[in-house]
């Protein structure tokens, strides 16, 4: 059995989310191929050094293309060839007229429910191709139930054709000291951690955190994040509430620097009205820093009994849960404690294992 993988999601250097994902579904497969099961991964570019080593049953192949690469370019290459017996993507989309079954994993469907957060470009595709995607998919793997029910209510799908695996989570390793020790050990501070977009709600956050501030006026707020689209309105934000000395962006930051946040944060917020399974809440648990969470979309799902929820549409909700979150170590001890329990159910090798034999089975 040849399996096709597309691994352009894990050929980049600054990971996140999706790209995450799929290089821990690279690392299981190089570790399972063998004689009878052998991967060949496409790519645009060159292999970063970091990805699996090629070996006879594990190998890469480049198929250059400045454009349209998965929807002419990798199609072209497979039908010249035809050497493969199934083809994943780890990301949305497919390549259009495979000659083989085809397995593909959606993550969110953010686009459909809120289309104002995106580029016009970026919403086609993701509109169009996710689409075409579904329907030419023999299955679909969901990354969370709430993502599958978004699936079957948007798309009229049937539910046996989805799968939900969920993502998995490895604790990350500090190597050495961080840069940021310095900024942030003078104050608490409250954490965010993900992309700077408007569905990621950091708005109602910086108004929770505003009142705060005339409750509790030594602490902070640190968000942690690269910028998406739309964000002019966070930092516009900051500056109408005058918390530009009080709260600090961090902008991408590394795996040391983020474990300190978490390790440091008098807690961490994932104000989202929409996720589709919301990694950095389970980060937050395994650095012992207490997770306080928008109940909406997949996060309920993901975190449990592991955190505080609040209406993401009510930011004195918030502020009402942060301060019980502060007054209360005997509540604090119990996220924590649950946190550590939560992440045992999510683990790289078990999604790695059962998004295999989704796409084993499509051939069987």
Known sequence: MVIGVDGNEANVVKRVGVSVYALNLLRYFKRQSKKNITFKVFLRATPLPDLPKEDRYFKYEIIKAKFLWSQIFLPFRLYKKKDIDVFYSPAHYLPRFCPVPQVVTIHDLAYLFFPQDFLKKDLYQLKFWTKYSIDSAKRIIAVS???????????????????????????????????????????????????????????????????????????????????????????????????????????????????????????????????????????????????????????????????????????????????????NSILRDKLIRNGKERIKKFSWDTCAKETLEVIMSTIS
């Open 145 to 327: 139930k709430s993502t599958k029910k978004d699936l079957i209510n948007s798309y009229h799908i049937p539910s046996s054709k989805i799968k939900v695996i969920y993502n998995g989570y490895e604790k990350k390793h500090l190597l050495s000291e961080s840069k940021l020790k310095t900024d942030l050990t003078k104050n608490p501070y409250i954490l965010y951690v993900g992309t700077l977009q408007p569905r990621k709600n950091i708005l109602t956050l910086i108004k929770a955190f505003s009142r705060l501030k005339l409750i509790y006026p030594e602490i902070k707020l640190v968000i942690a994040g690269k910028k998406g689209w739309l964000y002019d309105e966070i930092y516009h934000s900051v500056a109408k509430f005058g918390m530009e000395d009080d709260i600090y962006f961090a902008d991408f930051v590394t795996d040391n620097q983020l474990i300190f946040l978490y390790e440091n944060a008098t807690c961490f917020v994932i104000p989202s009205f929409y996720e589709g399974f919301g990694i950095p809440a389970l980060e937050a648990m395994s650095f012992s820093c207490p997770v306080i969470s928008s109940f909406s979309s997949s996060l309920p799902e993901i975190a449990g009994n592991a955190a505080l929820y609040f209406d993401p549409n009510n930011h004195y909700d918030l502020v009402e849960k942060i301060k019980n979150l502060m007054d």
